[in-house]
């Protein structure tokens, strides 16, 4: 039993609360959130003297597989440097305070039992497997003169392919099935262009109205749910009323569309720290130039996207869908959105909402009783200055995931 006293709590419950918090944590559960002093005996007290305790971050966008950023020569990584390369990716983000990722395509459920089984450090990974795509879509990476065959040698099989090409009702019904069978946690489509993508303009629909049908009645079958990625008003609203649950990036919706999300209770995850860390050093780290054009079309739609989608009530989790390089900026995310919707939204953004989405409310992205005792201790007011949250983790002098510390400086 791990007792923390003298917390300031931060969470979707408690925003300008400056009362002081006991937290009772037992195993890997907080048992007791309270302001009266608690005894128990042979429990270990830790004071953490007025700083900031607040739930571990939830990134709902992430790519962990993706230690290139150019995707299509990842696919083509030796498996095992691979998957090694996404070891420090994972340490990474735990390391920024985020204790709960969601994959948008690539990592599989062996990495996630990995990080299950304290084989490998990371943050609890929720996988898609592959992210399906149709020819010619997000998720076929050869260029405008390859007429190689989009799976020549297996080639979607190995460990850095984010995603597979699927055509076809029956092929998807069998794709879903198969990252099912193997353990994913969602299921991911491409249903409109792209930026890391050669050959499909970001205003293309991708996939026929029956096939995303299918997607979204198999993985309902299979007791979960679809995400897709999609940038316009229309690819966006299409895919809603057809049943998907998330909406990745949505940089380009108009009010029409972000009405129909509210309708339906979709939720949208914007990854705007994505368009700015490619438009800071995606030239250097070898992003097309015609990527880099798509990009900045889309980089400043985003801000102005977060601001309608939060003004229609659609709900929002946080996401960064950062590659190769990039994935230092993770945390940037957070304060790119607080200068739009304020910090504390951003927060809640980053943990209760991306709670809901992983459909585990109550368990994470909250400091209560019956959560997992997955948390932070911040120096500082995030709600003062959320780049406290920042950078690579230097201000969170606790990060504990599972009821153990990752690592802390408290003690
Ligand atoms: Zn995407
Ligand atoms: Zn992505």
Same mark, same amino acid.
């Given at each position: 039993m791990?007792?923390l006293k003298?917390?300031?709590v931060l969470?979707?419950?408690?925003e300008?609360?400056?009362?002081r918090?006991?937290v009772?944590?037992?195993?890997?559960?907080?048992?007791?959130v309270?302001?009266?002093?608690v005894?128990?005996?042979?429990a270990?007290?830790i004071?953490?003297?007025?700083k900031?305790l607040m739930?571990?971050?939830?990134?709902?966008h992430?790519h962990v597989?993706?230690?290139?950023?150019?995707l299509?020569n990842?696919?083509?990584?030796p498996n095992?440097?691979?998957?090694?390369?996404?070891?420090?990716i994972l340490?990474?983000m735990?390391?920024?305070?985020?204790t709960?990722?969601r994959?948008?395509?690539g990592a599989?459920y062996?990495?996630?039992?990995?990080?299950e089984?304290d084989v490998?450090?990371g943050p609890?990974?929720?996988v898609?497997?592959?992210?399906?795509s149709q020819t010619?879509g997000?998720?076929?990476?050869?260029?405008?003169?390859d007429?190689?065959?989009p799976?020549p040698c297996?080639c979607?099989?190995?460990?850095?392919?984010?995603?597979?090409?699927?055509?076809g *009702?029956d092929a998807m019904?069998?794709?879903v099935?198969?990252e099912?069978?193997?353990?994913?946690?969602?299921i991911?489509i491409m249903?409109?262009?792209?930026?890391?993508?050669p050959?499909d303009?970001?205003?293309?629909?991708q996939?026929?109205v029956?096939e *995303?049908?299918?997607?979204?009645?198999e993985a309902a079958?299979?007791?979960t749910?679809?995400?897709?990625?999609a940038y316009t008003?229309?690819?966006i609203?299409?895919v809603v009323?057809?049943?998907?649950?998330?909406?990745?990036?949505?940089?380009?919706?108009?009010?029409?569309?972000?009405?129909?999300m509210?309708?339906h209770?979709?939720f949208?995850?914007?990854?705007?720290? *994505?368009?700015?860390a490619m438009?800071?050093v995606g030239?250097?780290?070898?992003i097309?130039a015609?990527?880099l054009?798509?990009?900045?079309?889309?980089r400043?739609q985003?801000?102005?996207?977060l601001?309608l989608?939060?003004?229609?009530g659609?709900?929002?989790?946080?996401?960064t869908?950062?590659?190769?390089e990039?994935h230092?900026?993770?945390?940037?995310?957070?304060?790119?959105?607080?200068?739009?919707?304020g910090?504390?939204e951003a927060i809640?953004?980053?943990?209760?909402?991306?709670?809901?989405?992983?459909?585990?409310q109550?368990k994470?992205?909250v400091?209560a009783a019956?959560?997992?005792?997955?948390?932070l201790?911040v120096?500082?007011?995030?709600?003062?200055?959320?780049?406290?949250l920042?950078?690579?983790?230097?201000?969170i002098?606790?990060?504990m995931k599972?009821?153990?510390?990752?690592?802390?400086?408290?003690?």
């Amino acid at each position: 039993m791990l007792i923390l006293k003298n917390a300031r709590v931060l969470d979707a419950e408690h925003e300008r609360d400056d009362g002081r918090y006991s937290v009772v944590i037992d195993g890997d559960t907080i048992r007791e959130v309270t302001r009266e002093p608690v005894e128990a005996s042979g429990a270990q007290v830790i004071d953490v003297g007025g700083k900031t305790l607040m739930p571990g971050l939830i990134d709902c966008h992430v790519h962990v597989i993706a230690s290139v950023a150019h995707l299509g020569n990842n696919s083509r990584l030796p498996n095992t440097f691979a998957v090694l390369r996404a070891v420090p990716i994972l340490a990474g983000m735990l390391n920024r305070g985020f204790t709960s990722v969601r994959d948008a395509g690539g990592a599989d459920y062996a990495l996630s039992r990995a990080i299950e089984e304290d084989v490998i450090a990371g943050p609890r990974l929720f996988v898609a497997g592959k992210a399906l795509s149709q020819t010619g879509g997000h998720g076929d990476f050869r260029e405008r003169f390859d007429n190689s065959d989009p799976d020549p040698c297996g080639c979607s099989r190995n460990l850095g392919a984010i995603g597979r090409v699927v055509d076809g *009702v029956d092929a998807m019904r069998k794709a879903v099935r198969e990252e099912m069978r193997a353990g994913a946690h969602h299921i991911k489509i491409m249903a409109s262009g792209g930026v890391a993508s050669p050959t499909d303009p970001i205003g293309n629909l991708q996939f026929s109205v029956d096939e *995303v049908k299918a997607a979204v009645e198999e993985a309902a079958s299979h007791q979960t749910y679809v995400m897709a990625h999609a940038y316009t008003p229309k690819a966006i609203a299409r895919v809603v009323k057809l049943g998907v649950r998330t909406i990745e990036h949505g940089n380009l919706i108009d009010e029409e569309a972000a009405d129909v999300m509210a309708e339906h209770g979709a939720f949208a995850v914007p990854t705007l720290v *994505v368009y700015d860390a490619m438009n800071r050093v995606g030239a250097q780290i070898g992003i097309s130039a015609l990527s880099l054009e798509k990009n900045e079309a889309v980089r400043v739609q985003g801000l102005k996207a977060l601001e309608l989608l939060h003004e229609r009530g659609v709900k929002m989790g946080l996401g960064t869908d950062l590659l190769g390089e990039m994935h230092e900026y993770q945390s940037d995310e957070l304060s790119i959105r607080a200068d739009i919707v304020g910090s504390f939204e951003a927060i809640r953004q980053a943990t209760a909402v991306g709670a809901d989405i992983l459909n585990m409310q109550g368990k994470l992205g909250v400091i209560a009783a019956g959560a997992y005792a997955d948390l932070l201790v911040v120096d500082g007011d995030p709600l003062k200055d959320i780049r406290v949250l920042t950078g690579q983790g230097e201000r969170i002098s606790g990060v504990m995931k599972n009821g153990a510390w990752v690592r802390e400086k408290l003690l």
